[in-house]
């Protein structure tokens, strides 16, 4: 199927639009055309070979919502119609330990992302969501459920289920004590799921400027980090703390705040952190921790419950071409609190 989208050329290349094939259809397979895209910062450090595994031309975009155009033979959960979402990953081995605990971005032989990967039969690199149409194997299609806005659900495929996932594995509930680090794509989600799950949440952040906007997003209060009095009598108040923030940094503030065998969980930061003290750690049975996303069975499990409670991320509609201001706007951090791409906006031509 010939399709097309916007993609990066290079490292150093604005996104352009660039056609290419997706697969025939499998007998597993779904086709749809996607509807919405969000954009997140892994798009970014993708694009520009951040990380050191891009491949070019490459399309990002993970956080994609759709409807059905077409089904593969043996295709029983997706009828042409319905509709439907991917995210990060679109197949894995389906066999081990990890996916046969439906934690298939732990898959011990590696899960295929969205994009940036290598389709497991064919090898071909796989593209992202910034284009008009996606091939995927149904096990890595998930289900919207009614009443979910196709136009704000988009960006759960990623930063919903990057924070969703550390709150289920640290069994939060009603009286969880859950702060949370930077105020961003991920945390104003995170923020939104540990208040819906019946948390104690408070915002961590270096001033008072954004407690008006954590307080909007249903926070209980903002902690200022870098007022040294507050911070003292916060100690061992927490016991979880979600760092989203997505560059290097200092984790020595925050280690005291954990209550005993409590645990600091990144979820933002891919690379180094500043140089830190076990002294917190040890003499406070402290944790810190790192967190992917879900496996395919609790990203839907997110979907179920956004529905039912009706949280939604804090979304900017944008058009296809303007996906590479919406990029330098992201670098500063100039976004409330996740672009979305309106693909009804790409056009062929």
């Keep these: 199927m010939q399709t097309y989208g ?36 892994s798009d970014l ?36 119609g319905d ?16 996916c046969e605990r439906g934690e298939e971005q732990l898959c011990r032989n590696g899960c295929t992302g969205t ?16 284009s008009k149409h996606l091939v995927v194997r149904e096990e890595f299609c998930l289900r919207v459920p009614d009443g979910l806005d196709l136009a704000k ?33 991920l945390g104003h989600m995170a923020v939104k799921l540990a208040v819906g799950l019946g948390a104690d949440v408070t915002v961590l952040s270096r001033s008072k400027d954004k407690e008006a906007d954590a307080l909007a997003l249903g926070a209980h209060r903002l902690l200022v980090s870098a007022d040294a009095e507050a911070m003292r009598q916060a100690a061992s108040g927490f016991d979880l703390i979600i760092d989203t923030v997505p560059v290097k940094h200092s984790l020595k503030p925050y280690l005291p705040l954990l209550d005993v065998d409590a645990t600091l969980v990144l979820v933002g930061q891919i690379g180094p952190l500043d140089e830190l ?14 967190s992917p996303i879900g496996g395919i069975r609790e990203t839907q499990e997110l979907l179920d419950f956004c529905a039912q409670k ?5 979304c900017e509609m944008i058009r296809m071409d303007q996906i590479n201001a919406a990029f330098e706007r992201m670098e500063k951090a100039d976004v409330r609190y996740r672009f979305v791409i309106d693909m009804a906006t790409l056009s062929a031509a």
């Design 45 to 80: 450090h993708t694009a520009r070979n951040d990380w050191g595994w891009s491949h070019y031309p490459i399309v990002p975009g993970h956080e994609i919502v759709g409807r059905v155009t077409g089904v593969g033979a043996g295709v029983t959960r997706h009828r042409v």
């Design 115 to 130: 994009y940036a990967g290598r389709d497991r039969i064919t090898q071909a690199p796989t593209q992202g969501g910034y």
């Design 153 to 185: 659900a988009a960006p759960l495929l990623c930063a919903g289920i990057t924070t969703w996932s550390p709150l289920r594995t640290w069994k939060v509930g009603p009286g969880s004590r859950v702060a949370v680090i930077g105020l961003g794509g």
């Design 83 to 98: 509709h439907v979402a991917v995210g990060c990953i679109v197949d894995s081995c389906m066999e081990c330990d990890q």
């Design 277 to 290: 003290s076990t002294v917190p750690l040890l003499f406070g049975r402290r944790r810190i921790a790192g």
């Design 310 to 314: 009706n949280i939604l991320p804090d």
């Design 6 to 41: 916007y993609a990066a050329y290079s490292n150093d290349s604005p996104l352009a639009p660039f056609k290419f094939e997706r697969r025939a259809l499998r007998p597993n397979d779904v086709a749809m055309e996607i509807l919405y895209c969000g954009v997140c910062h």
